[in-house]
Structure formats: structure tokens, C-alpha cells
Nanobody, 120 residues
Framework: QVQLVESGGGLVQPGGSLRLSCEAS????????MGWYRQAPGAQRELVAE??????????FYVDAVKGRFSISRDNVKSTVYLQMNSLKPEDTAVYYC???????????WGQGTQVTVSS
């Protein structure tokens, strides 16, 4: 069982930045695809960013709405995944969830979520 705890959310003005962190209860490795999802009020949960490590490097995905503004990274030694969010917009307001998915078994784990509010 993998437990994930998010932190770093808060209130920020449009154009500001936040860095979200997701700490895992156990060591993570390349066997897990790590991602960030978000869910705005009245909307479905959507994938924001995802990173998958391979023997030759890694692959990342960003939803069109955040390309060029958000950046996902991971530190396997610290068992932590980050989401750097720059140039934030009001439409980025949502609860952000950390996700880990086992590449082989497809077992999926979720954090409790952290609120991000972008408002002037």
C-alpha cells in the first residue's frame, strides 16, 4: 500500500506561482507512473501532468491548458513528486491530487488533495 500526502496549496493572485509536493509513504521507483490531477467545483477530475521514467530517460505529459506554465518533477530518493505552477490563472483553481500508478499491476493510489485558489 502506498500513501500519498500533498502539500503546498494555498491562495495566490493571478500570475503568481505555487509549488505542490507529494510525499510517498514508501520508496518510489520507475515502476510507478506519477501524476497530478485536479478537480474544479462542478467539473470532472482531469489529468494535469504525468511523468513516466524509462531506461533511456523519461516521458512527460501536460494537458494543453497548462503547457508552458506547469512542470512536473520527481525525486525518488526523497520519495517526492513536485508540480511547479507558474503564471497561474483563475481557471487553475481546483483541488489538486497526487497519483501513483503501477506500470504492471495498474494499482492506483491517491493523495487526499490540496486546494489551490487563484483569485484577485
Amino acid at each position: 500500500q502506498v500513501q500519498l500526502v500533498e502539500s503546498g496549496g494555498g491562495l495566490v493572485q493571478p500570475g503568481g506561482s505555487l509549488r505542490l509536493s507529494c510525499e510517498a509513504s514508501r520508496t518510489i521507483s520507475s515502476i510507478y507512473t506519477m501524476g497530478w490531477y485536479r478537480q474544479a467545483p462542478g467539473a470532472q477530475r482531469e489529468l494535469v501532468a504525468e511523468t513516466t521514467e524509462t531506461t533511456t530517460g523519461g516521458r512527460t505529459f501536460y494537458v494543453d491548458a497548462v503547457k508552458g506554465r506547469f512542470s512536473i518533477s520527481r525525486d525518488n530518493v526523497k520519495s517526492t513528486v513536485y508540480l511547479q505552477m507558474n503564471s497561474l490563472k483563475p481557471e487553475d483553481t481546483a483541488v489538486y491530487y497526487c497519483n501513483a500508478r503501477h506500470k504492471i499491476t495498474l494499482s492506483t493510489y491517491w493523495g487526499q488533495g490540496t486546494q489551490v485558489t487563484v483569485s484577485s
